[in-house]
């Protein structure tokens, strides 16, 4: 009565990808989640670099990040909603608001924690702030860089179903919703399980890139 059980949950996975009902859903949430990744890793390592650079900005912008990153996201949905109106846009935003604090911390304490004799080493050669930050600190903290790829992962898919808990018409977080209010309960399990599908498969396709680029290095 309240997880339907396996036979009937894969028959639903199974009649409406034959329907195709659910390919429409699946898109949506997938294409949602890459863009979600791709920019909270951008702007995230943006971010870290920025205030890297400056350490005024970095004394200034820390506490704001951290009292940010403690805050529900479901709570600024609203917010957000009102701001970028209920679609796309906004599931996404509410994605970066995740993603994006998180890959900051990693990536800035990984730049801070980088050994300071190597600094000292291409300072006493003449080195620039520029070469300073190209020639040890990135190079340095790139496996930290790579490896956030798979913590952003998972975030991802966090705010994405935390988005269309709150906005969507469409997605897998929508059936989600949709499936408790009419108390389907196989609509709800089998929605469940092909996330827990979809994102082994992304986690996997980052961990493949990881080894690839770690590999090149």
Not at 157 to 162: A, S
Not at 183 to 201: D, Q
Request: one cysteine or more; proline letters at 4%.
């Amino acid at each position: 009565l309240l997880f339907s059980y396996p036979t009937k949950v894969f028959r639903q996975i199974i009649g409406d990808m034959m329907s195709g009902s659910l390919w429409p859903h699946l898109g949506m949430t997938v294409s949602e989640t890459a863009v979600g990744f791709v920019l909270g890793t951008l702007f995230g390592t943006l971010l870290a670099i920025l205030i890297w650079w400056s350490p005024f900005l970095s004394a200034v912008l820390d506490p704001y990040m951290v009292v940010f990153n403690s805050m529900p996201k479901v709570a600024l949905g609203p917010i957000f909603i009102v701001m970028f109106g209920a679609g796309f846009t906004s599931i996404v935003v509410t994605t970066l608001s995740i993603t994006v604090i998180i890959n900051t911390l990693v990536v800035y304490n990984s730049f801070c924690n980088v050994d300071p004799n190597l600094i000292k080493v291409v300072k006493s050669f003449g080195a620039s702030r520029v070469q300073v930050f190209t020639k040890v600190i990135l190079p340095a903290s790139f496996p930290t860089v790579v490896s956030t790829l798979k913590v952003n992962v998972g975030m991802s898919w966090v705010g994405v179903i935390v988005g269309e808990f709150l906005v969507a018409k469409t997605g897998l977080g929508y059936l989600i919703i949709y499936g408790f209010q009419v108390f389907n309960f196989t609509l709800v399990m089998s929605s469940l399980l092909i996330i827990a599908a979809v994102a082994t498969a992304m986690y996997q396709m980052v961990v493949y890139i990881e080894k690839l680029l770690l590999s090149r290095r």
